[in-house]
Nanobody
Framework: QVQLVESGGGLVQAGGSLRLSCAAS????????MGWYRQTPGGQRELVAN???????NYADTVKDRFTITRDDAKKTVYLQMNSLKPEDTAVYYC???????????????WGQGTQVTVSS
């Protein structure tokens, strides 16, 4: 069974920084893309940043130059360094990974449980 376990959320003042981590565990094959999404109450889940295979990166315009996504394939972990945080960054942040599932014989989407990030003004 594949699990994505997130950590690093919390409360921070505007202008501060947080680092999110997400580790994949279980029995599976290769990991394709890994990334982060966020969702506010009543809002849709939106892409924050992701890293497809080849380690290129994609960022939402709202976080470019403030957030940095990295991944450590040996640790099966993706990180999101968030700097210069703003109140509008407040949301539940979800880790996402596209992982090869042996039993299915295909790549499948997996999500973490979500971690709350709250930025006070």
């Amino acid at each position: 069974q594949v699990q994505l376990v997130e950590s690093g959320g919390g409360l921070v003042q505007a202008g501060g920084s947080l680092r999110l981590s997400c580790a994949a565990s279980g029995s599976f094959g290769s990991i394709n893309a890994m990334g982060w999404y966020r969702q506010t109450p009543g809002g849709q889940r939106e892409l924050v940043a992701n890293m497809p295979t080849g380690h290129s990166t994609n960022y939402a315009d709202t976080v470019k130059d403030r957030f940095t996504i990295t991944r450590d394939d040996a640790k099966k972990t993706v990180y999101l360094q968030m700097n210069s945080l703003k109140p509008e960054d407040t949301a539940v942040y979800y880790c996402n990974a596209v992982i090869w599932v042996y039993g299915a014989g295909s790549y499948r989407d997996f999500w973490g449980q979500g971690t709350q990030v709250t930025v006070s003004s």
